[in-house]
């Protein structure tokens, strides 16, 4: 079967395409066939060599923790009505999913609700998931302004839908218009460019002057500070993701001295316990039509190392996807 591997660390000419024997599943596995795989940012900074949390794997080794198709193969002792039916599913070991075949474990498959394409199902299994999980933890409710940074990405653009959706006024941030007018159509009330200096004035301006009741911060560095800079009194600043290379640190004294409450991106690991059901409401809304993922690109698997290169140049407003 086709693979793409990430042959060592280094930049995206590092993975290459070739071939692997067809993988067998085990006692309680199946085998999917893969008509979508899901690429996440944290993926490119682990092929670099570089990690936010996830252990570093051995190279070569086939990326892809997330993937949606067709189960193909069942395993000893697997129920048989999972035999063909669309699915969304983590890998076995989260690898192995650029490829056309791949192992999960049959108790983490989650079924594709009709009227949903498998593409969108992939970008919203690990994204959809953590952004249920993420607007909870944030207790966004309405009359909240929400600030979120990097808007148009996979997860950021579902923070905005759900932001909204739970009444919420939302301020869009990310770094090109292209990628503003994104958020814009998603429902943001402001859009601001924060590669432009003074971003955060506007925010201040945009909230009548308050400061974002709530700020969804996966950016981090100087970013993430000068949000957290602009958050209001009595605020949430919700940590999740690190794209700038250093996830924002609060301390606790200067939290509280400014009356903000921090959630920490140690609250990604308690989210990732226990995912299911999260990533079940995100398909459900999605096929119901009260949410949808924005897939900004996608690929065969044998540019894998394109879809890479155009995550990191931050070419690709919402999911970049192979498709094999």
Do not use: C
């Amino acid at each position: 079967m086709r693979v793409v591997r990430v042959t060592r660390f280094g930049g995206p000419e590092v993975i290459e395409a070739g071939q692997a024997p067809e993988p067998v599943a085990g006692p309680g596995q199946v085998v999917v066939r893969v008509e979508a795989a899901e690429i996440n940012f944290v993926e490119t900074q682990l092929r670099r060599g570089s990690t936010p949390g996830p252990p570093l794997p051995e190279t070569p080794y086939v990326p892809g923790g997330g993937v949606a198709g067709r189960v193909a193969v069942l395993g000893a002792g697997v129920d048989a009505s999972w035999q063909d039916r669309r699915v969304v599913t983590r890998t076995v070991g989260n690898g192995g999913g650029n490829a056309e075949l791949a192992v999960a474990a049959a108790a983490d498959l989650i079924a594709v609700p009709d009227g949903l394409g498998l593409p969108e199902a992939a970008a919203l299994l690990n994204d959809g998931s953590t952004a249920v999980g993420l607007i909870a933890n944030a207790g966004v409710r309405a009359g909240d302004w929400v600030l979120v940074e990097a808007a148009s990405g996979g997860l950021g653009s579902l923070l905005v839908q759900l932001a909204l959706a739970a009444g919420a006024r939302v301020v869009a941030a990310a770094g090109s218009e292209a990628k503003l007018e994104v958020a814009r159509g998603l429902g943001a009330e402001a859009a601001v460019d924060y590669g432009r200096p003074g971003w955060a004035k506007q925010v201040w301006e945009a909230t009548g002057g308050t400061g974002p009741t709530v700020v969804f911060d996966g950016v981090g560095g100087r970013i993430g500070r000068e949000a957290f800079e602009v958050t209001a009194r009595g605020g949430r600043f919700s940590v999740h993701g690190a794209s700038s290379g250093r996830a924002t640190t609060i301390e606790p004294e200067e939290a509280a001295r400014r009356g903000v409450t921090v959630l920490g991106l140690e609250q990604l690991g308690a989210l990732g316990a226990d995912p299911r059901g999260r990533t079940e409401t995100a398909l459900a809304a999605a096929a119901a039509g009260r949410i949808r993922p924005v897939i900004g690109r996608t690929f065969p698997l044998e540019q894998a190392a394109d879809a890479h290169a155009a995550m990191e140049a931050r070419a690709v407003p919402g999911k970049t996807l192979l498709l094999p």
